[in-house]
């Protein structure tokens, strides 16, 4: 692949990309309809902007760094009003005959706040290296990483729906009442 | 490095996040060959990680997206004459649609446009903006206190400013400055009041904005400076924006929406 953006037509870029383009806006907003107009505002967004391109090698992290910033303008950037504990309890791996329901992941994804999904969804993807998730979102590594790592635990006490450590909830919601 | 480092960079070596040359991950390896817990562990880990990115990353594509995207998104001529993928352009055409374009834009500037709806985040920058920017409300609505409000403040029309402050869009919004004195705090709370018509407001976040303003939750974005409520009355949306802890801005509420004796 030649080194300039440039050379990549958009043509191409849609033909190639457009499938990882909806699955990340689709878990990123759990929304069918939701994900395929991130996808097409992406593609707009990427056409007009394809001559700041220089790197083709970037074009995965430059759509998604998109499809990322689009949706956080959109109505999923409304936070509740919700604080989540720093301290989270250490869970043991489920047992490796635990099935996933697709249902409950989206749901479980849903319920991480943003800055933990973000990271989450791109690292199981498995498109992108530490490093590079650490460019996208424009975080140090160890940010990332330890994100990461709470994002995982966090979902896997979502999926697993155990209490954790004696019926201690994973988050707490500040009560306005 | 310790157990829990180690799980991590094993499974980012497992889903090929990290390399077996990275230091982490030679120092993971070493951990676990003398590690009884991660030896117990990692087996159970490696799997459901496996299984999780399996399902992460299996999201169904609906059928007929990729043509819909190539039919939506109009190629651009500049870049097709550069492609891997060449696409026949000849320079006639592209001189044609410089010329359309030219006159599309010339057109366009005459043309009354329509302003896009307002979401959240836009009108959340009213809290930032200097109230002396803001030129006089000269809107094509009737803003008006919400019915709570109007127990407690009094109305003048002189303090209502037109936002955002730019161009056409002046009159979108009306913008009203309040404080109001909360007990134990040595200064009032100042906040600001935006009105505006329902149809003026995006239409995906509509929903956000609850019947009354008792009902209304106290919300904030990451990353933006205070805490906003949202609710609506007849035809108008109403988003109370005030700086600082999101406390102060739910004390308000319950001291406003507080039932108040007659006398
Ligand atoms: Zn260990």
């Given at each position: 692949m030649?080194?300039?953006?440039?050379?990549?037509?958009?043509f191409a870029v849609i033909d190639e990309h457009y499938g990882l383009v909806y699955r990340y806006a689709s878990r990123l907003s759990g929304r069918q309809d939701e994900a395929e107009d991130l996808t097409q505002q992406t593609f707009l967004s990427a056409r007009q902007h394809l001559e700041q391109l220089r790197n083709a090698g970037a074009v995965k992290s430059w759509l998604?760094?998109?499809?990322?910033?689009?949706?956080?303008?959109?109505?999923?950037?409304q936070q509740r009003w919700q604080e989540w504990c720093d301290d989270y309890h250490p869970v043991t791996t489920p047992d490796p005959k635990f099935e996933i329901d697709p249902q409950e992941l989206q749901a479980a994804i849903d319920q991480l706040p943003e800055e933990f999904r973000?990271?989450?969804?791109?690292?199981?993807?498995?498109?992108f290296s530490y490093k590079e998730i650490a460019t996208q979102l424009q975080l140090p590594m160890g940010t990332v990483m330890s994100r990461l790592s709470?994002?995982?635990?966090?979902?896997?006490?979502?999926?697993?729906?155990?209490?954790?450590?004696?019926?201690?909830?994973?988050?707490?919601?500040?009560?306005?009442? | 490095m310790d157990c829990s480092d180690t799980l991590e960079w094993l499974e980012a070596a497992e889903l090929g996040q990290a390399t077996a040359a990275d230091t982490e991950v030679v120092q993971a390896r070493q951990h676990l060959t003398t590690c009884p817990v991660c030896q117990q562990e990692w087996p159970a880990r490696k799997s459901w990680a496996l299984q999780l990115a399996a399902s992460i990353s299996d999201v169904p594509i609906p059928s007929g997206l990729r043509e819909r995207l190539l039919a939506d998104v109009p190629m651009p001529a500049a870049v097709s004459t550069?492609?891997?993928?060449?696409?026949?352009?000849?320079r006639r055409w592209v001189l044609m649609s410089a010329l359309c374009l030219t006159l599309l834009v010339g057109l366009l500037q005459f043309w009354p446009q329509p302003q896009p709806p307002l979401t959240l985040v836009e009108l959340q920058q009213g809290l930032s903006v200097e109230l002396a920017g803001l030129p006089e409300f000269r809107g094509d609505f009737d803003p008006h206190l919400p019915a709570i409000w109007a127990t407690s403040f009094d109305f003048d029309r002189s303090f209502v400013r037109g936002y955002p402050p730019?161009?056409?869009?002046?009159?979108?919004?009306a913008l009203i400055p309040f404080q109001y004195p909360l007990a134990g705090q040595p200064e009032p709370?100042?906040?600001?009041?935006?009105?505006?018509?329902?149809?003026?407001?995006?239409e995906s976040q509509r929903t956000l904005a609850t019947q009354n303003f008792r009902q209304a939750q106290v919300q904030y974005f990451r990353g933006l400076p205070?805490?906003?409520l949202v609710w609506s009355e007849d035809d108008l949306i109403y988003v109370c924006l005030m700086p600082g802890d999101p406390e102060h801005l739910a004390r308000f509420q319950r001291s406003l929406a507080a039932p108040r004796s007659l006398t």
């Open positions: 030649a080194d300039s953006g440039m050379s990549e037509s958009l998604c760094t998109i499809v990322r910033n689009l949706y956080l303008r959109s109505q999923h950037q973000t990271p989450l969804i791109l690292f199981y993807f498995r498109e709470r994002a995982k635990t966090q979902l896997r006490t979502l999926l697993t729906s155990e209490p954790v450590a004696a019926g201690e909830p994973v988050s707490k919601a500040v009560s306005i009442g | 550069t492609a891997v993928h060449p696409r026949r352009s000849s730019h161009g056409m869009a002046s009159g979108q919004v709370v100042k906040g600001r009041l935006l009105i505006l018509p329902r149809q003026r407001f995006a205070g805490a906003f």
